[in-house]
Nanobody, 123 residues
Framework: VQLQASGGGWVQPGGSLRLSCVSS????????MGWYRQAPGKQRELVAA???????KYADSVKGRFTGSRDSARNTVHLQMNSLKPEDTAVYYC??????????????????WGQGTQVTVSS
């Protein structure tokens, strides 16, 4: 199983980035997908999760700014991040798991992880 994340980088406050995560080795349509982030000195936290039926849930801190989506034709999950703030700076990780409920606040029950992509928001 491989989850390959991309799309991170540096952006000024108020800017946008789109993260993508391509999966292989799993039947994409059978897996819930999601994104977590971890900032220096902080615990990993759930950012967004997308179920196989395209249900979504978001951290309160990103609601209205971030949008998660999945493209089954390309085995890819995206995270569109708008109105970025300095506090969004973190390493972002995509995850895949057999159940939508696996995407808890900590992510301890998520089955598979990508390698992480750095997002830096600063002026």
């Amino acid at each position: 199983v491989q989850l390959q994340a991309s799309g991170g980088g540096w952006v000024q406050p108020g800017g946008s980035l789109r993260l993508s995560c391509v999966s292989s080795g799993i039947i994409f349509g059978n897996y819930a997908m999601g994104w977590y982030r971890q900032a220096p000195g902080k615990q990993r936290e759930l950012v967004a999760a997308i179920s196989t039926a395209h249900l979504t849930k978001y951290a309160d801190s990103v609601k209205g700014r971030f949008t998660g989506s999945r493209d089954s034709a390309r085995n890819t999950v995206h995270l569109q991040m708008n109105s970025l703030k300095p506090e969004d700076t973190a390493v972002y990780y995509c995850g895949g798991s057999g159940y939508y409920s696996d995407f808890t606040a900590s992510g301890d029950t998520v089955n598979y992880w990508g390698q992480g992509t750095q997002v830096t928001v600063s002026s």
